[in-house]
């Protein structure tokens, strides 16, 4: 089809300017969606002599044969290389909604239990050498870290995110006991070792991802079903914002369930939960850590993963700039930059450096997310899926 500019057909130089697009989509709504993501507003359609972006899109669907790339022979194929006959309708593939065997579909359960049978075979080896300890807490480290990157294998994770991931999981285990050490005067090196870690903080962190991904999927699934019913952009924003809400909160339901349950077996067992402060500020402190991580998730599967390393990175330079405000303290003249994070302990135990450097970034990310999930761009079908 060749594109002829004139007045009488406005549609014709849109068309012209996303022809590729137009040839390559597989439905109207990925066209819909590209276009919201390129500026085209309900407004802009209006100039076009449309009532919104997806009436545009279906035309602009309807103008274009569509044999290219995505299609050959009247066969469409699919991302997984399956096909699909063409008159079939091709929206479940085109939204990703592949059926997952069930074996994939309950390997977000790996880590949790890779943590648990760690933690186990810990307390079976408690009075061996402390080099042999260790050596399990490692192997068990590295098995936990390749489940979460097999249960997010479809999933690229910026660096950067993966980096101040590991920080933040390192600090919920390690960072109480060192501030506490640098308030005391300390740490004593080499004589200093960290003592009665936080069992229950690495366990009810690797028992959420199963619950976090599963809410991710979920809320995923539910806006693209959103996106096949809505007739504007402002509906498909209104629809979606309920539909992260009750993610976030469902989320928040198993996480808080998790952490009764993780502390009652500790309690059981005769190990503490918590170190460095009261138990309900080391537990609300967990609680924004795994929402912050939530959070970057989410941002991450549906193509903001530069905003979720960001977030990430801020909590990361508040526990460390809480770290770094105590040693500096030490300074003839600079006490006053210690008082803060002083007081904040003596209020709320260590853990409060985590409890607000992981509630701020995650308040942050949720709020991002409130505006860029709900633009139907972040669900098309070039975004990551969960």
């Known amino acids: ?66 044999t290219g790339p995505g299609a050959v022979g009247g066969v469409t194929l699919t991302a997984d290389g399956g096909q699909v006959a063409a008159a079939e309708k091709p929206r479940a593939v085109a939204l990703g909604h592949r059926p997952r065997p069930a074996p994939a579909a309950l390997l977000p359960l790996l880590p949790g239990a890779l943590c648990g049978s760690t933690l186990g075979v810990l307390a079976l080896v408690r009075d061996t050498p402390s080099y042999a300890r260790f050596a399990v807490a490692a192997v068990g480290a590295v098995a936990v870290c390749a489940g979460v990157r097999m249960a997010l294998r479809a999933l690229p994770l910026p660096k950067p995110l993966v980096l101040c991931a590991c920080w933040l999981f390192a600090y919920a285990l390690f960072g109480d006991w060192l501030l506490g050490e640098l308030l005391g005067g300390g740490p004593d090196i080499p004589s200093a070792t960290p003592v009665a870690l936080p069992h229950g903080v690495p366990l009810t962190l690797a028992l959420a991802f199963a ?80 929402l912050l991580l939530f959070a970057a998730l989410l941002l991450t599967a549906h193509g903001f993963g530069g905003v979720a390393s960001a977030g990430l990175a801020t909590a990361c330079a508040g526990e460390a700039g809480a770290l770094m405000c105590v040693l500096a303290a030490r300074l003839p003249g600079l006490d006053v930059l210690g008082r803060p994070v002083e007081r904040g302990v003596a209020l709320l135990g260590t853990p409060a450096v985590p409890l607000v450097a992981c509630g701020c970034a995650a308040l942050g990310l949720l709020a991002y997310a409130c505006t860029a999930l709900t633009r139907a761009s972040a669900h098309h079908r070039e975004a990551a899926p969960t």
């Not at 109207?28 to 507003?41: C, H, K, M, N, Q």
């Not at 808080?256 to 309690?267: G, I, P």
């Not at 170190?275 to 537990?283: F, L, W």
Request: a neutral charge.
């Open 211 to 290: 619950p976090a991904l599963w809410c991710a999927r979920g809320f995923s699934h539910a806006a693209l079903r959103g996106l096949t019913g809505s007739r504007s952009l402002e509906e498909f924003a209104a629809a979606v914002r309920p539909l992260l809400a009750a993610a976030v909160a469902l989320f928040a339901g198993f996480l808080l369930a998790l952490q009764w349950a993780v502390e009652a077996c500790t309690r059981a067992l005769g190990r503490s939960g918590a170190v460095g402060g009261p138990a309900p500020t080391a537990s609300a402190a967990t609680t924004c850590l795994a």
């Open 1 to 66: 089809m060749t594109a002829h500019h004139g007045p009488a057909d406005p549609v014709c130089e849109l068309l012209y300017q996303h022809r590729e697009l137009c040839e390559r989509a597989v439905d109207p709504l990925e066209i819909a969606a590209v276009l919201e993501a390129r500026g085209v507003t309900d407004r802009t359609a209006a100039r076009f002599k449309h009532r919104d972006v997806f009436s545009l899109a279906e035309e602009l669907y309807a103008r274009v044969p569509h």
